[in-house]
């Protein structure tokens, strides 16, 4: 069984800053890609931001300047710091990851439950 528990969100003011936070636990082999999803209410979920193993980096524009990924493979966590939040930023933001859990066993994806997001103008 493997999970991811994010942690961080909350509300904020525009311009303000938040970190979130995402571990993953269980049975776990491999971790390759690791990333950050958003969904505002009535909008379809997006990516906002994604690293690899290696740590290459992968943004959406609207992020780029403004929010940060960064992983610690030793933890199996994934962080997300946003700066300079705006009122769009509002939504729920999710972890994914593609784990594998054992070493014959293909990447599967796995989402994290979400954190809520707001920012007030």
């Known amino acids: 069984q493997v999970q991811l528990v994010e942690s961080g969100g909350g509300l904020v003011q525009a311009g303000g800053s938040l970190r979130l936070s995402c571990a993953a636990s269980?049975?776990?082999?491999?971790?390759?890609?690791m990333g950050w999803y958003r969904q505002a209410p009535g909008k379809q979920r997006e990516l906002v931001a994604t690293?690899?193993?290696?740590?290459?980096?992968n943004y959406a524009d609207s992020v780029k300047g403004r929010f940060t990924i960064s992983r610690d493979n030793a933890k199996n966590t994934v962080y997300l710091q946003m700066n300079s939040l705006k009122p769009e930023d509002t939504a729920v933001y999710y972890c994914?990851?593609?784990?594998?859990?054992?070493?014959?066993?293909?990447?599967?994806?796995?989402w994290g439950q979400g954190t809520q997001v707001t920012v007030s103008s």
């Open positions: 994914h990851a593609d784990i594998r859990i054992t070493r014959v066993t293909m990447y599967d994806g796995y």
């Open positions: 269980g049975i776990i082999f491999s971790i390759n890609t």
């Open positions: 690293v690899t193993s290696g740590g290459s980096t």
